[in-house]
């Protein structure tokens, strides 16, 4: 077989293994129990809050992943390369564990005095937003950081000689310049803390209409055997998630300035 | 007017050692070079991009070395023109008097001179990337102006053009520098270019200043193999001073089998390089004798390239040598007569000559 039918033969493989499996979701499809399942006070509580608490985590998490990756984009400073590195974190560690850390963190001194005195994490709405907020920062920063690395830096050079400062600079050349990778950046952000479940799990717990968003609810349902339930919640996520990732990939095919 | 005294910095390994240029207001001044050679660093060094090691850079009287690039008020226009695509031609050539908030009454009049001048009215309203190549550049080039800045920083922009198209931009930079009398500093590895625009020019090769002066004065007189080098120079004969006095020595070259007198000073055993520019040869015959002070030379003509240079191989001195000649207009006519091996006689002018210390 030929390298160039080989590579489009794994390609096409990869789209099928995936197509299967949300198709395999038919089966266990019930016309009654998905639009009960839908409409039902339960699930409209989990998008609702799912949907709050990734827009908030989202929106948290790009206001700091922001400056941060125009500095790691633009500057050399000591402890870069750690910071860069550091980016990996969120990816390299289970969900799970850095849901574990986020909950020992507050089980610390200082964790349960910030409990204590400035908000409550632990099996909360912040929690929720907290858990998020930690396991998307780093794709966050990274997704932004190559946005700022397409934006040529002599663009901003030419800006500051004629007479603008490096804020002015920014909000006048750089942002425009990055726009749209940083819409696209923000639109996985938001899908994948929407999807976020082993951190969530960890720090806010599983409670049914008190922290359930939809992939917890997804595993409460399928551990009390409610299948057709559970296809129900997933079909929420993947037509979220997919539409998601549809119009990421048409903001970055977007021409910046025809 | 812009003044650079000991200027070294350093961007990884590599140095830009001590550069000391000066450029009188209403000039231009070219830096040349190859590539690698430290102009690019030179340059960001001046606008504020790179830190300065030591050294400074005066503009007007003033040290502008540790100045923020937006307070050095310097015109700039990059290789790549880092024209801004997500604005019109308009609002790119406004950009400065919007970034520095200055009141129409300020800019209005020197806005329509400088479209006038450079014929991009109609092109106002359009986006950057509907513009030609040329087009770009106008714009570039009135938006570097339109800061009213005191000198203007032009990177090789060029670059990318057509022959016909550089030109036609060249005596357009020639034409908004005498009406506007603008100090220009053009960095380019371009000797056309340089020749054309700059009235002095610097070389720098691996980031060594080695050679400044007027551009007539560094092409006919290199001051180093380097910078022979880097123009092109291939008529370069080895050769040993055996005498000197006050301004002059006299030096013998066994290549071309000759004694010369030329001007400067070495020390005698000094080894040197005689060197001729193509264009200082002569070609000599029954018509047109050898005149007094040449070194007549005789060999075959080895290659001919029409428009551009003969190549003769002198086999009867000790070596074989190749003498490059620039087919000027009459040259080329006479060239074009023979064939290639046939027999010349050429006539190297003593006055022409040149020396480079290759010691």
Known sequence: MSLKRASITAALTVLTLYALLIVSLGWFLDGTILRDTLFSERTLFAAQLSLTAATV??????LLAVP???????????????????????????????????????????????????????????????????????????????????VPVELETVARTLGATPRHVFFTVTLPQAKNGMIAALILTWAKALGEFGATMMVAGTMAMRTETIPIAIFMRLSSADIEGTVAMILILVFIGLAALYTARRVLERKTYA | MLEIKNLTTKVGDFCLDSINLSVDAGKCHAVLGP?????????????????????????????????????????????????????????????????????????????????????????????????SGG??????????LMGKSRLVLLDEPFTALNESLRQELWWLVKELQRERELTVLLITHDLTEAYFLAENITVLINGRQEQNGETVNVYHS????????????????SA????????????????????????????????????????????????????????????????????????????????????????????????????????????????????????
């Open chain 1, 57 to 62: 985590a989202t929106g948290l998490a790009i």
């Open chain 1, 68 to 150: 941060a990756a125009y500095g790691l984009s633009r500057y050399d400073f000591r402890g870069k390369a750690a910071a860069e590195t550091v980016l990996e974190f969120p990816i390299i560690v289970s969900p799970a564990a850095l849901g574990a850390i986020i909950l020992i963190f507050f089980n610390n001194p200082l964790g349960e005095w910030v409990q204590n005195h400035i908000m409550q994490f632990v099996f909360t709405f912040a929690g929720i937003v907290l858990a998020q907020f930690v396991t998307v920062l780093g794709l966050s920063v990274r997704m932004l950081k190559a946005a700022f690395d397409e």
């Open chain 2, 35 to 131: 590539s690698g050679s430290g102009k690019s660093t030179l340059l960001n060094a001046i606008l504020g991009v790179l830190p300065i090691t030591a050294g400074c850079v005066w503009l007007d009287g003033e040290d502008m070395s540790r100045r923020p690039i937006e307070q050095r008020n310097l015109g700039y226009v990059p290789q790549h023109l880092g024209l801004f695509p997500h604005l019109s031609v308009r609002d790119n050539l406004l950009y400065s008097v919007r970034a520095r908030k200055r009141p129409r009454i300020d800019w209005q009049p020197l806005f329509e001179k400088l479209v006038e001048v450079t014929g991009i009215g109609d092109l106002l309203e359009r986006r950057i990337s509907t513009l």
């Open chain 2, 135 to 144: 087009e770009r550049q106008r714009v570039a080039l009135v938006r570097a």
């Open chain 2, 222 to 237: 290199p001051a180093t193999l380097a910078v022979a080098g880097f123009l092109g120079i291939k008529n370069l004969f």
């Open chain 2, 240 to 359: 040993t001073v055996v005498h000197r006095s006050e301004n002059h020595i006299v030096v013998d070259c066994t290549v071309l089998n000759h004694r010369m007198r030329l001007s400067g000073n070495a020390p005698v055993g000094a080894k040197i390089r005689v060197g001729i520019l193509p264009e200082n040869v002569a070609l000599r015959d029954a018509l047109h004798p050898p005149r007094q002070g040449e070194i007549l030379l005789t060999g075959r003509v080895q290659l001919i390239q029409m428009k551009a240079s003969v190549d003769i191989r002198f086999e009867n001195l000790d070596r074989p040598l190749v003498v490059h000649i620039s087919a000027s207009q009459r040259l080329v006519k006479r060239f074009m007569l023979m064939d290639e091996q046939v027999g010349v006689t050429i006539g190297l002018p003593e006055t022409a000559l040149f020396w480079i210390p290759d010691y």
